[in-house]
């Protein structure tokens, strides 16, 4: 099982970005998901969460301006971020617990980079 993301990248303070992460190999079911980031020097924290059914829940710095949505079908999160800040600058990564026919496994995709410049 992987996890892909993709869409980092560089933009201007209150700009927009959106990061997708897919999941593949053999997957029974995905529970939640979710998107994480470091930044230099920093733990990572997460950004925001989707349970299987959809309810979400964000950081307090994120809400309002971030929206993470999920496509079952396709195994697939997405972190919509709108009206980003330079304090958003930092690796993204995303977070999937995946049930395979080996069991359940805490999966994580390698960090895409988010620079968000002032």
């Known amino acids: 099982v992987q996890l892909q993301a993709s869409g980092g990248g560089l933009v201007q303070a209150g700009g927009s970005l959106k990061l997708s992460c897919a999941a593949s190999?053999?997957?029974?079911?995905?529970?939640?998901m979710g998107w994480y980031r470091q930044a230099p020097g920093k733990q990572r924290d997460v950004v925001a969460t989707i349970t299987r059914g959809g309810s979400t829940n964000y950081a307090d710095s994120v809400k309002g301006r971030f929206t993470i949505s999920r496509d079952n079908a396709k195994n697939t999160v997405y972190l919509q971020m709108n009206s980003l800040k330079p304090e958003d600058t930092a690796a993204y990564y995303c977070?999937?617990?995946?049930?395979?026919?080996?069991?359940?496994?805490?999966?994580w995709g390698r960090g895409t980079q988010v620079t968000v410049s002032s």
């Open positions: 977070n999937a617990r995946i049930v395979t026919i080996r069991g359940l496994y805490d999966s």
């Open positions: 190999g053999t997957i029974f079911s995905i529970n939640d």
